[in-house]
Structures are given as structure tokens and as C-alpha cells.
């Protein structure tokens, strides 16, 4: 294959996006995107038919989850693997954004100050304000639709979509909120043009949930792109180095064949998530990068973070008006404490649980209830619950690194040493005592506490930004420090990772990238 | 609920095969055997009245469903056709009424004592009348009630039980108006200004 201007590697949110507006630039650029994944098929009516009427509700994209056994990770001081890595990505054409819930919130002003407001953790090396026009693109990207009279943050633009009103399931909650002085919003959710059908999809009615899958796919069969493709199951192996300040190319197998390959490139740009990326660099080691690329100051895979899951159950003796959460999202959240305020303890992202209360019509009926029994059930004892996502802060001691053996894939094994501190335990206690009060403001009976596990679905931190290369690994444009040609957009960039879902700050850090990256060839060809 | 009848059906549908989908080449389904298994449909309608008069509306939506069922692999054409055949037995056997009515309220796929923490219950689907129920009967009721059906639950009563007031709007799966509509996809929450 002759030299291309440009290899993507993975081809999800950023991937997408990067290729778009390099493409849109100038069609003719040869760009080659490496995918370990395969096209998994959407817009299928039979899956569709077979997620909503069948017992077991399969999933097309399911078989690409991690597996159970594939989790070599370990944490806190008992060693035991709780980082759970099973159903956190999907590794396909489209990447995650197949099975994501399409929040999509920005980050505040104060996330990307973190070090110096609270002394833990680290700064962005942009702020609010830098990163601020590229949220709106993605916003328009993605068809985001939200509440433009909310004021979470500064906004030059309004949401392009107006938002999914508040359900009627969700007033016992936002009644609690106004006692408690915290302020109820509506959940911005990312959409599409039109629905699609995808079988992929349970953001009905009419959530028509944003995929990168469906962006990809219309690249791919633009006439325009004739130097852009996308080589699926194709599993990069190996970033080769020219020099120690240069790359010259990826190594890649073929999964169908077996066959190996070396392509070389002007540029890379790795895409492949906060999980693969760091394995990858930490794999590339030659005799410039010894203990693999961009690794000279031992960074690669560190302060790996995510979010940790809050949650407290209310029931009710009585659902008088017979309430179910009709969409099969939550509406109701709230930012109060993910504030300025809130940084030092742990920000707090509020919001409701999408499932109840819940009332499964068809499985009573399945069991043979009567109708005026179910009826009954309706009306009878419900179930409320609150969730939060608490923000933590990455450790130093907290590393990915490659584990023992390959998966199915042919990808490394991911093992992951995850250190909390026994502040984020105690602040984990407090804050579900404070949920627990509005669970009781709304005159509910708490049944249930829970604090989940790491999950890794929100990761982030593993190749963070920064602005020297003492400190991290890439540097505020998401070049790696001191190799020229080589890039990072993934979540694993994220010098701290907020309270909230990390989608909206990938894209739109994607989109800015793409600006620059588009703005150095124009300077080039000049 | 009414007690549990396990022994339901005759020589037919006590017949044991494997719990799996009954393999079959994909097809079309004859016409004759559409409208057979489309009263199966409808009888669930009238049977919980979750659907009114609107079980002919839901036709076209339930035709593209058994068409894409039977038409693709795995093809769900032997299910249906057994399904037409159990029905016919449990008719000769009960009556039409009496069978619909034992078949969706009173029979349960068997379950040995062992088998009872089985997670999966398809695992257990060893005669012909159980996969009528897990592979027809259930996927039937699931489509009717995401289609429309779940609006006739959970309203105002009347002292026979017949809700007289429609509540839900919405329910998982249903796909209801355009993303630029003017009308709630939910019943919503109008807070008091």
C-alpha cells in the first residue's frame, strides 16, 4: 500500500469526526482508518424485531464485550479484580457510540482547573474557554438536544435540539429537589437525523440515538473520498519509529487472513480508546523508545480514572397514578453539586434512574395475570431510585498495562492496578447519605444503597494532557510530547475526568484537532 | 391467577423435541397459514382487551414482523406451523375459548424440581406446546403491548376492572410521532409556576 497522509487508528466518536473534517477539507487526502473490530450489521429490521419481542432481547454488538476471563485487573489492597471491563465498549465499525446512552454534557469551567483549585489531581492544559466553540460543533455534530435556558456553564450557542421534557414519573423527584434547593435539568441527549431502526438501538420512542456508525458508513460511499478507507478486523500491532522524534508507520494483521503488514504514514492519529491506545505505545518499543513510545517518563497507562456509580432505591406502598418511566432514558438530573463548590469532595452528578418506576405489561401477561390484576400491580407498591456518577481523581499508582496473553481480537489483555484512597470511600458514604435524603423528602422508604464498582465505560487518564512531557504524554494539541507526527484523541487524554459522561469533550476535542490538523496541512501546501 | 395447568394438549403437544427453534429452511408462509396464525394474535387481543379495536391496525406492523421472522435465518417458519398445529389440537380438545383461555392464563412451561433454577427457560422448552408458548404465544403478546396495547393499562377503572381512561403514552420499544412533533411523546411533568 503506498505511503497514506493519514492512519487512523480505531474508528469510533473521535475517529469519525476527524476523518469528516479532514476528508471535508480536502477529498483527495489518503487516509487509511485500522479497525480491530468488524461491521456489525444496523439498521435490521429482523434485529429489531428479535430485541423487542424476544425473551433473551439479543444485542448484534454484545459478542464484541470483553469477556469475564479477559479481566487480569486488580484493585485496592486485597488485589481482587473489580474493575469491571465486560459490556463497557463495543470493538466494531462505529466503535462504542453502537451501545452508548448518548448523554452528553459538557464539562464545567472549574474540571479543567483541577490541581489548582483543589491541590489533587491535575490541570487541562486548555480551559473552558479554549474548548468552548468546539462543544458547540459537536453539539451540532451530534444533534444534541438540551435545554437552552439551563445556565450549568457558559454557552456561546443553543442546543440545536430542544430538549425531552421532564416525564411525568420524574415530578415526585424534582418536587424533592426544589425542597432540598437543588435544581432539576433536563438530560441533553445526543440524537440523530432520523431514526434508523437500527436493532442497535433502545432510545425509542424517537431518542434516535447518535451512532458514529452511520457518519462512517456514509464517508465510506462518498464518491468524493476516494483515497479513505476503512480495513475492519485489521488489529495495529506495532507504531514504527523513524527516528526518535519521528513515526513512520503502523503494523497491522489481517484477522481473516492471518497476513501480516506494515503501512507507512505523514501522520497517525490514535483513536482506539483509553484501553488500547496506552497497550499499543507501551508495545511499540524500538531502539528510540526502549520502554515504549512516548513512555520515557513512565506515564503511558497511569492515572487511569472512571467513574464510580451512587445509587439509593425508594419504594412507594401506592403508584396512585399508575407512573412508568416511559422512555427508557432518564430526563431528570441535576448538576447543583457537580459545582466549584462540590470540586474538593467529590463532584456529584445527579440523576434518575432510567427503569422506574417500571412496570414489564407483557412479561405479567406472559405469566398469565388477568388484566385487572395487573391493573393493580400498576397501582400498587413502585420503586423510585437516584443515581450519581462521583468524580474521582487519578492516581499515580493507578496503571493499565498489558497483561498475559491476547483476546479474541488478537488484542493484548488489559490489566489494570486501581488504587482509590480511603477519601473516596468516606466521600462515596457521604454522598449517599445525601441522596438518601431525597429519597426521603419524597416520602419513600429506603430499601437500597449500593456503590458499584469501577466500570470501565467512562475511563479515562491513561495517556493524559499536559504541558510538559514530565507530566504527561501528550501535549495541549494531543500530540504525543516530542514525536512530531504522532496524535492521541481518546478519552485517555483527559487530565481529570469531571462528574459527568466523557463523549461531548472527545468529540469536541476531535473536532478541534481536526482544525488544526487541517490548518498545519494548509500551512504545508502553502 | 387461575391455578396452573401443566398437562394441557394431547398426543401432539406433549410431543419432546429439542428446546431449540425448530430448524427450517427460510420462507414465505402460505397465505392460508398467516391467517391461522394472525387469530392467535388477535385472540390475545380479545383475551386482555389491551388492544380494542385495534388489532386489524397492528396488522401490517405484525405481518412485517412474521414475514422478517420466516423469511430470514433463523427462520421461525416450523415454529409457526407447529404452532398453527398445537392450536388445532387444543381446539379439538377444549374448544377454541376454553383453549386460548388454559393456553395464555393457566398453562406453565414444566419445570422439574431440578430444573426450577434454571435461568434461562428456554433451555427447558421439551414439547411442542411449550414452544408455542415461549416462540408464538409470548413474542406475540410482547409485540401487541409494545405496539400499542400498553396504553390500556394502569388508567382509571371501572368497577368491572375495564379501564375507562387511557394513562400511558409511552412504553420500551414503542415508537411513537417524528422527532420535530408537537404533541408529548409522554405523559409529562408540567411544574406549578
Known amino acids: 500500500m503506498e505511503e497514506q497522509d493519514y492512519i487512523i487508528v480505531g474508528s469510533g466518536a473521535a475517529a469519525t469526526v476527524l476523518a469528516k473534517k479532514i476528508l471535508e477539507k480536502n477529498p483527495l487526502t489518503k487516509l487509511l482508518m485500522l479497525e480491530a473490530g468488524d461491521l456489525i450489521p444496523a439498521k435490521e429490521r429482523r434485529q429489531w424485531w428479535n430485541y423487542a419481542t424476544c425473551a433473551d432481547g439479543p444485542l448484534p454488538y454484545q459478542y464484541t464485550y470483553d469477556k469475564k476471563s479477559d479481566n487480569q485487573s486488580t484493585i485496592g489492597k486485597d488485589k481482587k479484580p473489580t474493575w469491571t471491563t465486560s459490556g463497557a465498549r463495543v470493538r466494531a465499525f462505529g466503535g462504542s457510540t453502537m451501545h452508548w446512552g448518548g448523554w452528553a454534557l459538557r464539562f464545567k469551567p472549574e474540571d479543567f482547573q483541577l490541581f489548582t483549585n483543589t491541590g489533587r489531581g491535575a490541570d487541562w492544559p486548555i480551559d473552558y474557554q479554549e474548548l468552548e466553540p468546539y462543544y458547540a460543533q459537536a453539539e451540532q455534530y451530534m444533534s444534541v438536544c438540551g435545554d437552552e435556558t439551563e445556565n450549568w456553564q457558559p454557552r456561546s450557542t443553543p442546543y440545536p435540539i430542544p430538549p ?61 473520498f476516494i483515497n479513505f478507507k476503512v480495513l475492519t478486523q485489521s488489529v495495529v500491532t506495532n507504531i514504527t519509529a523513524s527516528s526518535k522524534t519521528e513515526i513512520s508507520g503502523v503494523d497491522y494483521i ?7 503488514f506494515t503501512v507507512t504514514a505523514k501522520k497517525i492519529i490514535l483513536c482506539a480508546g483509553a484501553y488500547e491506545i496506552p497497550k499499543l505505545l507501551m508495545a511499540s518499543t524500538s531502539k528510540y523508545w526502549p ?13 487511569i480514572v472512571t467513574h464510580s456509580m451512587l445509587e439509593v432505591t425508594g419504594k412507594a406502598p401506592s403508584n396512585p397514578h399508575g407512573l412508568w418511566q416511559e422512555y427508557d432514558f432518564p430526563t431528570l438530573m441535576s448538576r447543583t453539586y457537580d459545582s466549584p463548590e462540590q470540586q474538593k469532595n467529590g463532584k456529584l452528578f445527579l440523576f434518575k434512574d432510567r427503569t422506574r418506576p417500571k412496570i414489564d405489561i407483557a412479561q405479567l401477561m406472559i405469566d398469565g395475570m388477568s388484566k385487572i390484576d395487573i391493573n393493580k400491580k400498576i397501582r400498587g407498591a413502585c420503586e423510585f431510585k437516584l443515581q450519581a456518577f462521583m468524580e474521582e481523581v487519578g492516581q499515580y499508582e493507578s496503571r493499565l498495562s498489558i497483561g498475559e496473553g491476547k483476546d479474541r481480537f488478537g488484542l493484548p489483555l488489559t490489566k489494570i492496578d486501581y488504587h482509590k484512597t480511603d477519601d473516596d470511600d468516606k466521600r462515596a458514604d457521604t454522598h449517599i447519605a445525601f441522596m438518601k435524603t431525597i429519597i426521603e423528602e419524597m416520602g419513600l422508604e429506603v430499601v437500597k444503597t449500593f456503590k458499584q464498582t469501577p466500570r470501565g465505560d467512562h475511563t479515562t487518564g491513561t495517556c493524559r494532557m499536559s504541558a510538559t512531557a514530565a507530566t ?4 495541549a494539541d494531543l500530540k504525543v510530547h516530542n514525536i512530531a507526527n504522532l496524535y492521541i484523541c481518546s478519552n485517555g487524554v483527559f487530565s481529570s475526568n469531571s462528574a459527568v459522561n466523557p463523549t461531548l469533550t472527545l468529540t469536541a476535542l476531535a473536532h478541534r484537532l481536526a482544525e488544526h490538523l487541517n490548518q498545519q496541512d494548509e500551512t504545508a501546501h502553502a | 391467577m387461575e391455578q396452573e395447568n401443566n398437562t394441557m394438549g394431547g398426543k401432539l403437544c406433549h410431543t419432546i423435541v429439542a428446546p431449540t427453534l425448530i430448524f427450517s429452511e427460510p420462507c414465505t408462509l402460505p397465505e392460508s397459514q398467516i391467517e391461522k396464525l394472525w387469530q392467535i394474535f388477535a385472540q ?27 423469511e430470514q435465518q433463523p427462520s421461525y417458519s416450523a415454529e409457526y406451523n407447529n404452532a398453527i398445529l398445537v392450536i388445532e389440537e387444543l381446539t379439538l380438545l377444549y374448544g377454541e375459548q376454553d383453549a386460548y383461555q388454559q393456553l395464555f392464563f393457566n398453562y406453565k412451561i414444566p419445570q422439574s424440581q431440578a430444573e426450577k433454577n434454571v435461568a434461562k427457560p428456554h433451555l427447558l422448552l421439551t414439547t411442542l406446546l411449550a414452544h408455542t408458548k415461549y416462540y408464538v404465544v409470548d413474542e406475540f403478546i410482547r409485540m401487541q403491548v409494545l ?38 411523546l409522554v405523559r409529562t411533568f408540567e411544574p406549578k409556576s
Not at chain 1, 512516548?294 to 492515572?303: A, I, K, Q, S
Not at chain 2, 382487551?49 to 405481518?63: G, P
Not at chain 2, 393499562?153 to 420535530?180: H, P
Open chain 1, 472 to 475: 504527561g504524554v501528550t501535549d
Open chain 1, 164 to 224: 425531552f421534557e421532564w416525564t411525568a414519573a420524574d415530578g415526585e423527584m424534582i418536587k424533592a429537589f426544589h425542597a432540598l434547593d437543588i435544581q432539576p435539568g433536563k438530560m441533553p441527549v445526543a440524537r440523530y437525523r432520523k431514526c434508523m431502526t437500527t436493532g442497535t438501538c433502545k432510545y425509542c420512542p424517537y431518542g434516535a440515538r447518535f451512532s458514529a456508525q452511520y457518519v462512517l458508513q456514509e464517508l465510506v460511499d462518498n464518491r468524493d
Open chain 1, 254 to 260: 489481517n484477522n481473516q487472513t492471518g497476513e501480516a
Open chain 1, 291 to 303: 520502554n515504549g513510545m512516548g513512555n520515557d517518563h513512565d506515564l503511558v497507562g497511569r492515572y
Open chain 2, 44 to 70: 390475545i387481543g380479545d383475551h386482555w382487551k389491551d388492544v380494542y379495536n385495534e388489532s386489524k391496525n397492528l396488522k401490517s406492523a405484525w405481518l412485517e414482523m412474521v414475514k422478517v421472522k420466516t
Open chain 2, 147 to 184: 405496539s400499542g396495547g400498553f396504553k390500556h393499562f394502569g388508567g382509571q377503572s371501572n368497577t368491572s376492572g375495564e379501564v375507562i381512561k387511557v394513562k400511558g403514552l409511552n412504553y420500551k420499544g414503542f415508537v411513537k410521532g417524528s422527532r420535530y412533533r408537537n404533541e408529548d
